[in-house]
């Protein structure tokens, strides 16, 4: 997940997204043709991209490259069912793989990138005419949030999948057992409250620290929450020296390392398991994540209770003012020289039929439906102030890839580092450097 994709803005290694963003869950892989084939098949269907009318116009292959390998012989058996029963003349294929973002880039670089993919942060908006076709003649039953941030040239090249918040997904019985009575409001509150889960022998937060994408929340949406805007990563492309200690990413990091310190944090943070955390927590081993409302309802399906599960925001200061982010989940684009109809037709039903959103806990991408999630009412129920993720900068994602910085990593360093501050002047060099060569 996440998953993203948390978040979403200018990063090599997948999050936000956020980030999850769905997640990145890692069980199987399935193997497909690239959909080359189907090129052919959407040709001449003179059927309008995305129009649900004529459904036997719409034909051909179409196969999907999807980072939820947990849903492959599962849900998308049923998705296939039901996309094919509306459109007989297609057959659809889902492709799944693991470490998404990296596979995804090296598909798209070769060409060999199959009708429908997720996008994700990595690529600049710049470049989306070179792989992906326009999407802007879908037409949705409604309105749609977020259809400018894959957008160039005053045309869309990606639809969300869903939104997301980022906060604290909790064990209520973890807390009862804890003796905790009710969330805390405050960045001390919420180290008290970490430390009467840890005297219960409750490990108080699950951070995923080695498989380091769960670690996007901390590059992306604890800034965000910190700086009150979510543009600290355009900003950068600003700056010779975009990490310090006192910004809000030295700041974010730091919270993570004293939580790190405290003990706060899984015993060996550099053996961690995204896939067994689900179930401590679930169990109320873990009392805590911060991650996306998309991780909710994994939780659940690893035998918690609905009920026992809850969500409140993250207090990063002792202000009491509450803040939370509000991102996209990785975005649907289509390839320009797949079966280009039929491939919009699959991305149009996905968003208005399938269920995906409620599945994956997601806030709905059509603006007029409303979330089943019980666990996001309680968020709203704080009055967090949000903060809307806008359009990434084409030239601070320019600089990030040329300097090869990957941020999960220096958030790994950062926390383990007798020295962090070392590790902040490392990269600002790498960044001041590329930043030379990028800016001219």
């Known amino acids: 997940m996440k998953k993203p994709l948390s978040l979403l803005l200018v990063s090599i290694v997948a999050l936000t997204m956020l ?21 052919e098949a959407a040709a001449g269907t003179g059927t309008e991209a995305g129009s649900t009318d004529g459904a036997g116009d ?91 941030l894959k957008a160039y040239e005053g045309k869309m090249y990606g639809v969300s999948s869903g939104g997301s918040t980022v906060g604290v997904v909790y064990n209520k019985k973890a807390f009862e057992k804890a003796g905790i009575t009710e969330v805390p409001k405050t960045l001390d509150e919420f180290y008290a409250d970490a430390q009467k889960l840890k005297d219960a022998g409750i490990t108080p937060l699950a951070s995923n620290f080695r498989d380091k994408w769960p670690l996007d929340a901390w590059i992306y949406d604890v800034p965000t929450m910190i700086g009150g805007v979510s543009d600290h990563q355009n900003k950068r492309a600003d700056s010779d020296t975009p990490y310090t200690m006192d910004g809000v990413y030295g700041q974010s990091w730091s919270i993570l390392r004293t939580l790190n310190e405290k003990g706060f944090l899984e015993k060996d943070i550099n053996s961690t398991n995204w896939e067994n955390s689900k179930k401590d927590v679930a169990q109320g081993k873990f009392g805590m994540y911060l991650l996306g409302n998309w991780v909710i309802n994994q939780v659940i399906e690893n035998g918690a209770a609905s009920e026992d599960i809850g969500f409140f925001p993250f207090p990063t200061d002792n202000s009491g003012t509450l803040k939370a982010p509000l991102n996209p989940d990785w975005f649907y684009g289509v390839n320009k020289d797949g079966n280009v109809a039929a491939a919009k037709a699959f991305v149009k039903w996905m968003i208005e039929e399938s269920g995906f959103d409620d599945f994956a806990g997601l806030i709905p991408t059509l603006k007029d439906k409303q979330s089943s999630l019980a666990q996001l009412a309680e968020f709203n129920g704080y009055n967090p102030q949000y903060i809307e993720a806008g359009p990434p900068s084409d030239v601070a994602t320019s600089i990030q890839n040329t300097a090869q910085i990957d941020q999960g990593k220096v958030v790994q360093e950062f926390v383990l580092a007798p020295d962090p501050q070392s590790v902040l002047d490392k990269y600002n060099k790498l960044w001041e450097k590329a930043k030379k060569s990028v800016v001219k």
Do not use: H, W
Request: glycine share 8%; with cysteine; net charge negative.
């Open 19 to 39: 980030a999850g963003c769905g997640s990145d869950d890692k069980k199987e892989e399935t193997k497909s043709d690239t959909g080359k084939e189907s090129t």
């Open 58 to 148: 719409i034909s051909g292959k179409v196969v999907f490259l999807t980072n939820r390998t947990d849903m492959i012989g599962k849900q998308y058996v049923d998705y296939k069912k039901r996309f094919e029963e509306k459109y007989p003349n297609v057959k659809l294929e889902f492709e799944a793989v693991q470490d998404y973002e990296k596979t995804a880039k090296i598909r798209i670089a070769t060409g060999e990138y199959p009708d429908v993919l997720l996008i994700g942060p990595g690529i600049p908006n710049s470049d989306f005419p070179k792989y992906f076709a326009p999407l802007d003649d879908i037409e949705f039953t409604s309105d749609i949030s977020f259809k400018d």
